[in-house]
């Protein structure tokens, strides 16, 4: 069973359109969070959602909506993609600030 | 306030020479630490951690990190480099109390046979 999971694994749209990226995880970690890696591998964190309140949000775009609906969901929903928004997002998730699980990663190209 | 700064964006070693990878961090109080992998196109894989006790800890597939608090270091070490070690690496930091979560910049090790 994969721990942390995430859909798409790629998506290719159009500029201005919306789009969101679903991440389960099933290790019922309290914790979860979205990160950006740029194509210098640089991993910025975005959102960070403990028992399904947010705890961490990092200066993102307010295009960027994260939700979870429960401990193990955590989506991300982008509104009005830019050329600036392709990259990999990961979805990761741990047990109360200790290690991070991280998913397979959806990459987002931006047209 | 917590940073990492990993020394060397690019490493290149030999099949079957030393790795080394620098990480130094920077906190009011010792932190966790952290060494990831991450192989290409897949999400960061967990090599190692420090949380408390012995400070030389050992990971997956080899790879050994020291935790020494005297030069807030925490670098990542293999005795002999395989062809299939070829990825990015990130050192990350995170506080004991709080939230905070920090990675490095990485460090991208190739293998040359």
């Known amino acids: 069973d994969t721990a942390v999971s995430q859909t798409p694994k790629y998506l290719v749209t159009q500029m201005g359109n919306d789009k969101s990226i679903k991440c389960e995880q099933n290790l019922g970690h309290d914790t979860m969070y979205w990160y950006k890696q740029d194509s210098k591998k640089f991993l910025k964190i975005m959102f960070s959602y403990n028992n399904k309140e947010l705890i961490i949000n990092e200066t993102v775009p307010n295009r960027f909506s994260p939700k979870s609906p429960d401990k193990a969901h955590l989506n991300l929903h982008i509104n009005s993609l830019e050329l600036g928004d392709s990259a990999v997002y990961f979805c990761?998730?741990?047990?109360?600030?200790?290690?991070?699980?991280f998913g397979p990663g959806t990459r987002l190209t931006v047209l | 306030a917590q940073s990492v700064t990993q020394l060397g964006s690019h490493v290149s070693v030999s099949e079957g020479a030393l790795v080394l990878l620098r990480c130094n961090y920077s906190s009011s109080v010792p932190p966790y630490l952290f060494w990831y992998v991450q192989y290409p196109n897949q999400g960061l894989q967990l090599l190692l951690k420090y949380t408390t006790g012995a400070t030389l800890v050992k990971g997956i597939n080899g790879f050994e990190a020291e935790f020494k608090k005297s030069e807030t270091s925490f670098h990542l070490t293999k005795p002999s480099a395989h062809m299939s070690d070829a990825a990015e690496y990130f050192c990350a930091v995170s506080s004991r109390t709080g939230n905070q979560f920090y990675f490095g910049t990485g460090t991208s090790l190739t293998v040359i046979p």
């Open positions: 990761a998730s741990s047990p109360r600030y200790n290690e991070q699980f």
